[in-house]
Nanobody, 119 residues
Framework: QVQLVESGGGLVQPGGSLRLSCAVSGSIFRIYTMGWHRQAPGKERELVTSIISGGSANYADSVKGRFTISRDNAKNTADLQMNSLKPEDTAVYYC?????????????WGQGTQVTVSS
């Protein structure tokens, strides 16, 4: 059983900052890619950023220069620092992890955390 628990969402004014955290627990042998996705009302879920265990990350063009993902392999956590937030960043943010369980790699998702950027 593997669980992802997210925290850190909330309401922030445009230009503000938020930090999201994702913790993975359970029967984990190894975690490969971790990432954050988001889904705004009426839109499809989209990839925001992802990071491999070695630390290399990629970002959607819409968040480059504003968002930073980091991970702690020892703690099985990944954080998303979001700066210069815009109203269009409003969405439910989901953490995703590719986890090796036994000999199979599974994709696991968190429950989502709401981020609202509004004045």
């Amino acid at each position: 059983q593997v669980q992802l628990v997210e925290s850190g969402g909330g309401l922030v004014q445009p230009g503000g900052s938020l930090r999201l955290s994702c913790a993975v627990s359970g029967s984990i042998f190894r975690i490969y890619t971790m990432g954050w996705h988001r889904q705004a009302p009426g839109k499809e879920r989209e990839l925001v950023t992802s990071i491999i265990s070695g630390g290399s990350a990629n970002y959607a063009d819409s968040v480059k220069g504003r968002f930073t993902i980091s991970r702690d392999n020892a703690k099985n956590t990944a954080d998303l620092q979001m700066n210069s937030l815009k109203p269009e960043d409003t969405a439910v943010y989901y953490c995703k992890a590719q986890v090796l369980v036994g000999s199979i790699v599974y994709d696991y998702w968190g429950q989502g955390t709401q981020v609202t950027v509004s004045s």
